[in-house]
């Protein structure tokens, strides 16, 4: 990876990922693109503004700024496909797929992230193994198997150096997800600063896997600088780092606040994703093939996000 383009770099994953590339890359190396302009990505380092619907538009980027690395992190999250399936498929599908073939054209290797939304009721729930049953119920879900499948067919038929990881639901404190079913464990730490407290509408004891953002941005970089020979699998990685409840996470803030309050108003939509999600992912072949290894759990996260979220929302008050 010496040249990088990110397509939709403005999202959760990109409003980080693009300073952590240009921390370790170079800042005139990683070139941030976006639908729409975006604060912040064009002070260090180029900034473009490309749909990435638009693959003339994709492959003169990648020509002029001489790219040889498409991070391709273009996508509608679980729930808000479920209100708009057609523009779901449209978006995730499509931009992969103008990645894969400005990629094959243009010689490059692509990164794009899975998740835990590729399983669905019919995997094995827990310690969901690498390699298994993948049945989603959810046009994100669709979208990431076909994804993946797709990924693996460029490598397989075209010799693209395609990689990709089964990412949990994403904790962080830049930039919020947006439309996602793990989106409350962003949420409540928001909210228990504010007010003290917060309404989850996810239920109160369904586990799902969750990763901290320092953890995921290691994550792309170890898959993506791994020897390309000791990777038996491509598209895509299970990895996993902590997996908990609402009323765990709720019981983790408490012992740092202890008036906080958590209540429930489910929205059916969240749950039934949530329900068919794995409880936790199998991470094994991630560890043995590229060294995964979590570094943040549910306490030291709790601890960072509570710190940064409180700075983060005084700074916006004055
Ligand atoms: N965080 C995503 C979502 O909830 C899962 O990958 O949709």
């Given at each position: 990876m010496k040249k990088i383009l990110i397509v939709g770099a403005g999202g959760q994953i990109g409003s980080e990922l693009v300073p952590y590339l240009r921390s370790i890359y170079g800042n005139d190396n990683v070139v941030a693109t976006d639908v729409r302009e975006c604060k912040g990505l064009a002070d260090d380092g180029p900034f473009e503004v490309l749909d990435a619907l638009n693959p003339t538009n994709m492959a003169s980027a990648v020509a002029r700024h001489n790219i040889d690395t498409i991070f391709n992190l273009v996508a509608l999250l679980s729930a808000v496909g479920e209100r708009n399936p057609q523009m779901a498929w449209n978006i995730n599908m499509n931009a992969l797929f103008n990645s894969l073939e400005v990629a094959r054209q243009h010689h490059c290797a692509v990164f794009t992230p899975s998740s835990?939304?590729?399983?669905?009721?019919?995997?094995?729930?827990?310690?969901?193994?690498?390699d298994t049953i993948m049945q989603p119920t959810t046009i994100y879900g669709i979208c990431k198997v076909t994804g993946e499948l797709l990924s693996n067919y460029y490598h397989q038929k075209y010799g693209i150096d395609t990689r990709s990881i089964r990412f949990p639901g994403i904790i962080s404190n830049k930039t919020l997800p947006g439309g996602g079913t793990t989106d409350y464990a962003v949420e409540i730490y928001y909210e228990a600063i504010r007010n003290g407290r917060y309404t989850c509408a996810?239920?109160?004891?369904v586990y799902m896997d969750m990763i901290y953002m320092p953890d995921a941005l290691r994550s792309i970089v170890e898959l993506m600088e791994a020897d390309p020979f000791k990777l038996k699998h491509r598209n895509s990685f299970n990895v996993a780092s902590m997996s908990f409840t609402p009323d765990i996470l709720a019981a983790e803030i408490r012992k740092r606040m202890p008036n906080f309050e958590m209540s429930y108003d489910i929205d059916p939509v969240k749950e039934s994703i949530a329900n068919s999600?794995?409880?936790?992912?199998?991470d094994s072949c991630a560890r043995e093939e590229w060294g995964w290894k979590p570094q943040w759990d549910i306490s030291s996260m709790t601890d960072d996000m509570l710190a940064a979220v409180a700075k983060k929302l005084e700074v916006e008050k004055k």
């Amino acid at each position: 990876m010496k040249k990088i383009l990110i397509v939709g770099a403005g999202g959760q994953i990109g409003s980080e990922l693009v300073p952590y590339l240009r921390s370790i890359y170079g800042n005139d190396n990683v070139v941030a693109t976006d639908v729409r302009e975006c604060k912040g990505l064009a002070d260090d380092g180029p900034f473009e503004v490309l749909d990435a619907l638009n693959p003339t538009n994709m492959a003169s980027a990648v020509a002029r700024h001489n790219i040889d690395t498409i991070f391709n992190l273009v996508a509608l999250l679980s729930a808000v496909g479920e209100r708009n399936p057609q523009m779901a498929w449209n978006i995730n599908m499509n931009a992969l797929f103008n990645s894969l073939e400005v990629a094959r054209q243009h010689h490059c290797a692509v990164f794009t992230p899975s998740s835990i939304g590729a399983f669905g009721p019919t995997s094995p729930k827990d310690m969901t193994p690498q390699d298994t049953i993948m049945q989603p119920t959810t046009i994100y879900g669709i979208c990431k198997v076909t994804g993946e499948l797709l990924s693996n067919y460029y490598h397989q038929k075209y010799g693209i150096d395609t990689r990709s990881i089964r990412f949990p639901g994403i904790i962080s404190n830049k930039t919020l997800p947006g439309g996602g079913t793990t989106d409350y464990a962003v949420e409540i730490y928001y909210e228990a600063i504010r007010n003290g407290r917060y309404t989850c509408a996810v239920p109160h004891d369904v586990y799902m896997d969750m990763i901290y953002m320092p953890d995921a941005l290691r994550s792309i970089v170890e898959l993506m600088e791994a020897d390309p020979f000791k990777l038996k699998h491509r598209n895509s990685f299970n990895v996993a780092s902590m997996s908990f409840t609402p009323d765990i996470l709720a019981a983790e803030i408490r012992k740092r606040m202890p008036n906080f309050e958590m209540s429930y108003d489910i929205d059916p939509v969240k749950e039934s994703i949530a329900n068919s999600w794995p409880n936790q992912l199998d991470d094994s072949c991630a560890r043995e093939e590229w060294g995964w290894k979590p570094q943040w759990d549910i306490s030291s996260m709790t601890d960072d996000m509570l710190a940064a979220v409180a700075k983060k929302l005084e700074v916006e008050k004055k």
